[in-house]
């Protein structure tokens, strides 16, 4: 096995061209700083696929939450390069979700939000020399490295998040592109499938399903046990089944075998957690009830129309007329005095009233029209033409039978 410090010979290195079979015109590379912002980029890389004229390679990150990223590569079967020789390689693009480390790339830089926009303020001024409070992913200090805007491209979700950039950041709008979200455009294009995935997920017909969604750090649904106690004490039925999904920075922050250890006592009232390398979206796609917090998961719970209740979180936190600021007003925060599982039943019978298209309209201003956009912009800066056949995004994976024994 390859110690994850020994550079690579092939695909890239000084001999390569004895031991490649193929010649590809382009290397890109991919840089992990954390399991989400991969989960992320995943998105994006599809657009590459049946190009046989570009090799794209990983590398894993400096960051805080960088746990986790090895054994999701491993899955994948990527080629992975070790960082310091990454920095010491000229690549076509590189594509990030994260910004620790990415002056030293030595490519045209693409940087995404990992999540659904960029909706919350960092929640530390640290290295901000302004008044201004900084916006997590377009701030000066996460843009500008040595007076240098490190990116070539800020991809911003929707159009009014040009407004935030200028505020932050103005010396990086030229780099900016309103794309879309990858994300919110494989779930509407996966959205006809939510009858059969919930038959795939072990749903008997009439069952409900509650997903409890949370992000991660103080604030967050899983930083007190509040709401999954609850959950927990009026219990998994054969009319409810409940599903926790924790963000992958709590998994990897506490680590894997630590977090199944705490939930142990919610995994005997018979709620499900979903593990930290799955793919989240198609279980968002078969929930009839939602409970989150203000993370991106949240948001992207629009799309499935659940009946949909919040933690109570501090504004002072999120962007003002963010989707996620516009998310606090649209949606009820649970009540402390009324069983859950009561106050779900009750939105339901206002869900299909209720309108929500505020919300999901500042998700995106390009909503069907990301994997274009985007293919466009990569292979610009990959100076090749792109490829004959259409770019788009395929749908959401079906989910794992989880609801088995039920």
């Given at each position: 096995?390859?110690?994850?410090?020994?550079?690579?010979?092939?695909?890239?290195?000084?001999?390569?061209?004895?031991?490649?079979?193929?010649?590809?015109?382009?290397?890109?590379?991919?840089?992990?700083?954390?399991?989400?912002?991969?989960?992320?980029?995943?998105?994006?890389?599809?657009?590459?696929?049946?190009?046989?004229?570009?090799?794209?390679?990983?590398?894993?990150?400096?960051?805080?939450?960088?746990?986790?990223?090895?054994?999701?590569?491993?899955?994948?079967?990527?080629?992975?390069?070790?960082?310091?020789?990454?920095?010491?390689?000229?690549?076509?693009?590189?594509?990030?979700?994260?910004?620790?480390?990415?002056?030293?790339?030595?490519?045209?830089?693409?940087?995404?939000?990992?999540?659904?926009?960029?909706?919350?303020?960092?929640?530390?001024?640290?290295?901000?020399?302004?008044?201004?409070?900084?916006?997590?992913?377009?701030?000066?200090?996460?843009?500008?490295?040595?007076g240098r805007v490190v990116p070539s491209t800020v991809v911003l979700a929707h159009e009014d998040?040009?407004?935030?950039?200028?505020?932050?950041?103005?010396?990086?709008?030229?780099?900016?592109?309103?794309?879309?979200?990858?994300?919110?455009?494989?779930?509407?294009?996966?959205?006809?499938?939510?009858?059969?995935?919930?038959?795939r997920l072990g749903l008997a017909p009439g069952r409900k399903l509650l997903v409890v969604s949370?992000?991660?750090?103080?604030?967050?649904?899983?930083?007190?046990?509040?709401?999954?106690?609850?959950?927990?004490?009026?219990?998994?039925?054969?009319?409810?089944?409940?599903?926790?999904?924790?963000?992958?920075?709590?998994?990897?922050?506490?680590?894997?075998?630590?977090?199944?250890?705490?939930?142990?006592?919610?995994?005997?009232?018979?709620?499900?957690?979903?593990?930290?390398?799955?793919?989240?979206?198609?279980?968002?796609?078969?929930?009839?009830?939602?409970?989150?917090?203000?993370?991106?998961?949240?948001?992207?719970?629009?799309?499935?129309?659940?009946?949909?209740?919040?933690?109570?979180?501090?504004?002072?936190?999120?962007?003002?007329?963010?989707?996620?600021?516009?998310?606090?007003?649209?949606?009820?925060?649970?009540?402390?005095?009324?069983?859950?599982?009561?106050?779900?039943?009750?939105?339901?019978?206002?869900?299909?009233?209720?309108?929500?298209?505020?919300?999901?309209?500042?998700?995106?201003?390009?909503?069907?029209?990301?994997?274009?956009?985007?293919?466009?912009?990569?292979?610009?800066?990959?100076?090749?033409?792109?490829?004959?056949?259409?770019?788009?995004?395929?749908?959401?994976?079906?989910?794992?039978?989880?609801?088995?024994?039920?």
């Amino acid at each position: 096995m390859r110690r994850q410090d020994e550079w690579l010979e092939v695909p890239i290195g000084s001999n390569a061209e004895r031991w490649r079979t193929r010649l590809p015109d382009r290397t890109a590379l991919v840089v992990a700083h954390s399991v989400t912002a991969l989960q992320r980029l995943l998105d994006v890389t599809a657009l590459f696929d049946g190009d046989e004229r570009v090799q794209t390679l990983f590398t894993q990150g400096p960051g805080v939450f960088s746990a986790g990223v090895p054994e999701l590569l491993e899955r994948l079967g990527a080629v992975v390069v070790p960082w310091q020789q990454a920095v010491h390689t000229t690549f076509a693009i590189a594509l990030a979700s994260g910004h620790s480390g990415l002056s030293e790339i030595q490519a045209p830089i693409a940087i995404f939000p990992h999540g659904a926009g960029y909706n919350k303020f960092i929640s530390s001024n640290h290295g901000s020399t302004d008044h201004v409070l900084p916006v997590y992913g377009v701030s000066k200090t996460n843009l500008v490295h040595d007076g240098r805007v490190v990116p070539s491209t800020v991809v911003l979700a929707h159009e009014d998040e040009l407004t935030v950039l200028k505020e932050q950041c103005a010396q990086a709008l030229p780099a900016a592109l309103v794309a879309g979200d990858p994300c919110f455009d494989r779930l509407l294009l996966t959205k006809y499938r939510r009858p059969e995935y919930r038959t795939r997920l072990g749903l008997a017909p009439g069952r409900k399903l509650l997903v409890v969604s949370s992000t991660w750090g103080p604030g967050s649904l899983y930083s007190t046990d509040d709401i999954l106690d609850r959950v927990a004490r009026e219990a998994a039925t054969d009319e409810v089944a409940v599903l926790a999904m924790l963000h992958p920075n709590v998994w990897f922050g506490h680590g894997p075998w630590q977090i199944r250890a705490w939930f142990k006592r919610y995994r005997q009232a018979g709620i499900r957690l979903l593990e930290p390398h799955a793919d989240w979206r198609s279980y968002l796609m078969c929930a009839d009830w939602f409970i989150g917090d203000h993370g991106s998961v949240s948001l992207y719970a629009m799309t499935a129309e659940p009946a949909q209740l919040r933690t109570d979180f501090h504004l002072r936190s999120v962007v003002p007329g963010s989707a996620m600021a516009l998310l606090h007003a649209a949606v009820p925060t649970a009540d402390a005095a009324t069983p859950l599982f009561e106050q779900f039943r009750r939105t339901d019978l206002v869900t299909g009233v209720r309108d929500n298209s505020a919300v999901i309209n500042r998700i995106t201003s390009e909503p069907n029209s990301c994997a274009q956009n985007l293919r466009s912009m990569i292979y610009a800066h990959m100076k090749l033409d792109e490829p004959q056949f259409a770019a788009k995004l395929e749908e959401v994976p079906p989910p794992d039978n989880l609801f088995r024994d039920h």
